[in-house]
């Protein structure tokens, strides 16, 4: 299905050569183009928390070492785990000139994929893409789950280039050759459901009262092996009895939004008198946890706190 929208054109570049090193080859993409390029935002799109932090010190460093030559620069990062007033600062216009008729200030957006289809950027002329995102892979072999690294799809790197033509002619910069993308990348990125543990997924569709998992008309059908992992292992936890029935406790189980491994650990807690404990580990163990800490000024103690 396709939807039209309104598109600017927007010019492609390659490189010649593939990079050695994709984080430097970005950043000194970015000081060519503040340099070089008439006036706009660049959206620079990277793989983690980690590596975009240290993108953004990287470019300030670079861009002040050139002192007056070059316009102000506002380098904001964007990823999931960022507070909301954090995130707000994208939004923000791009810093004013230092002087009268001087170089134009420009915002530079360092951002994960998130950035690719969840939100536009006003502003943003020129896209540099280094062909790489975080994926979520699942091995049912080993049963374990890895944020990977991995190239992106045709689909993403089109989405990618289509951000810089949302309100004005664009510039998509591509840090791989013409030759990868057309040879190399897959057309579209596979679906989540088969890179993923689908325990969760079998808990949930056994309370929703589908027993033949097998026939179940899925869109995209798991591998036999991940969805056979995933009956095990609820058998295993005692969420499923042998006939592949749903348990008491797995009714239970399927009320938390968590993986079942936790959410049983949480359920058979109380047994033990350590739910406090528990549900500290387990706040500590999910996605999108932001961990703090706290004074106390009474014990001398400074102790995590984790806010999820």
Do not use: W
């Amino acid at each position: 299905m396709k939807v039209p929208g309104r598109l600017h054109p927007v010019e492609i570049f390659y490189t010649q050569e593939p990079e050695r090193d994709y984080l430097e080859a970005a950043i000194r993409t970015v000081v060519q183009i503040h340099m070089c390029e008439p006036a706009g935002d660049i959206l620079v799109f990277l793989t983690g928390e980690e590596e975009i932090e240290d993108a953004c010190r990287k470019i300030n460093k670079e861009i002040n070492n050139m002192g007056d030559q070059v316009g102000p620069v506002k380098v904001v990062p964007l990823y999931s785990t960022l507070p909301p007033a954090m995130q707000q600062k994208i939004f923000e216009p791009a810093p004013a000139p230092l002087k009268e008729r001087g170089p134009p200030g420009r915002k530079i957006v360092v951002s994960t994929n998130i950035a690719e289809t969840s939100l536009t950027i006003d502003g943003i002329v020129y896209v540099i893409d280094p062909g790489f995102s975080k994926q979520k892979v699942y091995n049912p072999r080993i049963r374990v789950e890895s944020l990977l690294v991995s190239p992106i799809s045709k689909a993403s790197a089109h989405q990618r280039a289509g951000r810089a033509g949302r309100t004005q002619p664009g510039k998509c910069f591509r840090l791989y050759t013409e030759k990868s993308f057309n040879e190399d990348l897959q057309p579209q990125t596979y679906p989540e459901i088969l890179r993923s543990n689908l325990a969760n997924t079998v808990l949930t569709l056994k309370k929703l009262g589908i027993d033949d998992l097998v026939h179940f008309d899925f869109m995209d059908p798991p591998a036999p092996e991940t969805l056979m992992r995933a009956l095990e292992v609820l058998n295993y936890l005692a969420a499923l009895d042998d006939e592949g029935n749903l348990t008491q406790l797995g009714e239970m189980m399927s009320e938390f939004p968590l993986d079942p491994q936790m959410s049983k650990m949480l359920v058979i807690s109380p047994k033990y008198n350590c739910s406090n404990e528990i549900l500290s580990i387990s706040a500590m163990l999910s996605d999108n946890c932001c961990l703090l800490s706290y004074s106390d000024k009474a014990n001398g103690t400074v102790s995590p706190l984790c806010i999820c």
